[in-house]
């Protein structure tokens, strides 16, 4: 499964992309990291040819469903990817979720911060959305507080029934922009 290209979100330091199968090591060492593993799931990734699987059966098929999903992000400086960032639609929330994910490597440089920006900037101009949602793990406080930097306003927890979990949840507003 291929996508035809389209918009993406920009930023000074980041590429966006949809994945493609080849992106399975990537994918594989990302998906396996321990943070991975505690904040976000353990998705049985094991091998490269699960991580291609997983991408062709879930991530393009999500961009083919729902028109967004998780880009891979890669440094223009070097082209090598180092996260995932984007929107999941989620059947548990009435709004899109903004979504990122990095290696431990590309963490503490700026990355998810300019990523997630690049992203709530392509919302506001390409989609018709008044409002997307994030969802952290309870314990990621890292995540919740570059969440409330980027001008998301924490709104208690959420029972999600696909992670058998409760979440912390934040909107965004984009219409607070325009008042």
């Known amino acids: 499964m291929s996508l035809s290209s389209g918009p993406v979100p920009e930023s000074s330091r980041l590429s966006f992309r949809p994945p493609k199968v080849e992106d399975a090591s990537f994918y594989n060492t990302l998906m396996n990291e321990p943070d991975y593993h505690r904040f976000i799931a353990d998705r049985g990734i094991r091998s490269d040819a699960d991580a291609a699987a997983f991408i062709e059966t879930k991530t393009l ?57 690049a992203v709530l900037d392509f919302v506001r101009e ?42 912390d949840y934040f909107e965004f507003d984009f219409n607070r922009d325009r008042a």
């Open 61 to 117: 098929a999500h961009f083919a469903e729902h028109k967004v999903g998780l880009w891979l992000v890669e440094q223009k400086e070097t082209g090598a990817p180092i996260g995932a960032c984007g929107l999941v639609v989620r059947d548990d929330l009435d709004v899109p979720d903004l979504g990122y994910a990095f290696l431990e490597e590309a963490r503490g440089k700026g990355y998810a911060r300019e990523a997630a920006k």
């Open 126 to 167: 390409n989609m018709d959305l008044p409002m997307i949602c994030a969802i952290t793990h309870t314990e990621n406080h890292r995540s919740s507080s570059l969440l409330l930097k980027l001008g998301f306003t924490a709104k208690g927890q959420r029972y999600l029934a696909a992670y058998d979990d409760t979440s």
